[in-house]
């Protein structure tokens, strides 16, 4: 396991060691029997004895399809299962905003707000928020340099977003340009196949390239089998492309979960790789780059148990998968959509979390820490629940701490505001989640890193949102971008580059017999 970073800031210091060092034990104490393969062991095909299959299909035209060593046997898996509850690791969920008070801790609400009297450092009170601190000036400005405009794939049928979860777009920069997977059904046939395809454009939306086009699922039923998830990450020198396309809508034979390799242009370096078979619906992944390797994150309703689970897998920079089965990071982790981002010794997940309170389901943000090697670190709650569903939260990596934004409710149903939680590159939280910004309850922002800020982007009343806010959590700026009346956003992605920040978007016409429609992409440039 690389070394972990140790450098921390100011407030809270001694506690949020402490709180790692606690986390730490707890997770050698956990992983003291024999060292499971991949990352921890996984529990053994459903084939009729209610147990479920996480091992790595070997299918024909995989790397790993004739490499015996690379499957975990029978035995192993026995012999693990044993010492890990069938082979997977438990969550070592002992933090602070778990709900349980524990060692070093006065008293723990279940969240990590001041002024409820029980403060995000777990003390009684209602908390100090560090101290005011003026804006970067070397931050720039931000504008709108480019209005909404439709993105040219090259495929005649260009209906139907591409999904990392149910709102969320892959978008991804190399520094000058960007890129993406589009989801669409490969002709009109209500059972056509479903397609990706690869464009790579310019900040002026641009295609530098040729496209490509790969195979995602070999039929679609319209209304039934969900948008193929997809998510696109970028390593400096190639891409990495994961997704899920089943072939068929009961879980049987076929790919589940597949990753790809790409040069700079979208070209294939080989085969895909089969991560899973068609165990359970895959209602959200997220695919990281934490330096060296790829972090492959899915979520799955098991069709056995209905358990919303997230597990993981590994995959080097040459394509070479690293697990060969699933690790599995947490369990029952609710609904909405999960993001993810990762530093070089740590992986960050964020998600929408529910409880049942009577018949009335609870929402609130959470999110989980895992090593750089799939071990989980536990779960933290960060807001407190809210009646109804909440907008899915989104986790971006700014080259030293990680930033988590959600909207929470405003005073009012109409209202929320968008908060910022920042934690360090060890996973402690620095300060107590921030507002930056007031909007309303149905905002689904997106966050990424650039030019000294996080750049948080949603669609609201008036077009395309930016608010940016820098490294201390103080707001910079907001730059409302207009878009036609006609045009709405049920799905976005993000990403900086070395001159701005661009956004993508899925076009929706809200007049009826219309649904979702072609990818629309718009541009902030940063100056001085």
């Known amino acids: 396991m690389r070394k972990a970073r140790t450098d921390e800031t100011a407030d809270g210091t001694t506690d949020a060691t402490a709180g790692f060092l606690i986390r730490t034990a707890a997770l050698l ?52 299962s044993a010492d890990t509850d069938a082979g997977l690791l438990p969550p070592a969920d002992i933090h602070c905003g778990d709900g349980m008070v524990a060692f070093g801790e006065e008293c723990d609400d279940g969240n990590r707000l001041n002024g409820d009297g029980c403060d995000w450092q777990c003390r009684w009170g209602d908390g100090e928020d560090p101290p005011d601190v003026p804006p970067d000036p070397d931050v720039g400005h931000a504008e709108q340099s480019l209005p909404a405009s439709p993105l040219d794939l090259g495929v005649a049928h260009d209906r139907y977003a591409s999904r ?50 790969y195979r995602l699922a070999s039929s679609y039923y319209r209304g039934v089998m969900p948008i193929p998830r997809v998510d696109l990450a970028w390593t400096g020198l190639h891409y990495g492309l994961l997704w899920w396309g089943r072939d068929t809508w009961l879980p049987s034979e076929g790919p589940g979960m597949s990753f790809m390799l790409l040069d700079g242009d979208g070209k294939p370096l080989g085969a895909p790789l089969t991560l899973s078979t068609n165990g359970g619906i895959v209602q959200r992944l997220g695919l990281a780059w934490d330096g060296t390797d790829f972090g492959c994150l899915a979520e799955s309703l098991a069709p056995d148990d209905g358990g919303d689970d997230m597990g993981f897998l590994r995959v080097a920079g040459d394509g070479e998968l690293l697990d060969t089965t699933r690790s599995l990071l947490w369990e029952g982790v609710g609904t909405g959509s999960n993001a993810l981002a990762a530093s070089g010794e740590l992986y960050v997940a964020a998600w929408t979390a529910y409880e049942v309170d009577g018949r009335e389901a609870r929402y609130g943000v959470r999110y989980g820490l895992a090593t750089a090697d799939g071990r989980p670190l536990g779960s933290t709650v960060l807001g407190p629940p809210a009646n109804g569903s909440l907008a899915p939260p989104d986790v971006a990596w700014s080259g030293e701490e990680f930033g988590i934004v959600w909207v929470g409710p405003g005073p009012d149903a109409e209202s929320g505001r968008i908060y910022l939680a920042r934690l360090s590159a060890t996973g402690t939280l620095l300060a107590p989640p921030t507002p930056v910004f ?3 309850v149905d905002a689904d922002p ?13 669609f609201g009343i008036g077009g395309a949102q930016l608010v940016r806010v820098d490294r201390n959590g103080t707001f910079v700026e907001h730059v409302v971008g207009p878009l036609g009346a006609t045009i709405a956003a049920p799905a976005t992605g993000m990403a900086a580059d070395d001159a701005g920040f661009g956004m993508i978007f899925s076009e929706y016409d809200p007049s009826p017999g219309t649904s979702f429609g072609a990818p629309f992409f718009t541009w902030f440039h940063v100056t001085p």
């Not at 149910?166 to 989801?183: C, K």
């Not at 690869?198 to 900040?203: G, L, N, S, V």
């Open 446 to 458: 997106v966050v990424t890193f650039g030019h000294g800020t996080y750049a948080i982007g949603w």
């Open 29 to 80: 104490l956990l992983t003291a029997g024999p060292p499971a393969c991949g990352g921890g062991s996984a529990p053994a095909t459903d084939d009729g004895d209610g147990s479920q299959d996480y091992n790595v299909a070997d299918g024909s035209d995989a790397s790993i399809a004739d490499d015996a060593d690379a499957v975990t046997s029978d035995s192993e898996s026995d012999s693990e």
């Open 438 to 440: 007031a909007t309303t």
């Open 164 to 213: 990392s979860a149910p709102n969320r777009i892959p978008l991804t920069s190399d520094g000058s340009s960007y890129a993406t997977v589009w989801a669409h059904p490969a002709s009109s046939d209500t059972d056509a196949p479903m397609e990706g395809t690869f464009i790579r454009f310019d900040t002026s939306g641009r295609r530098l390239d040729a496209p490509w086009t």
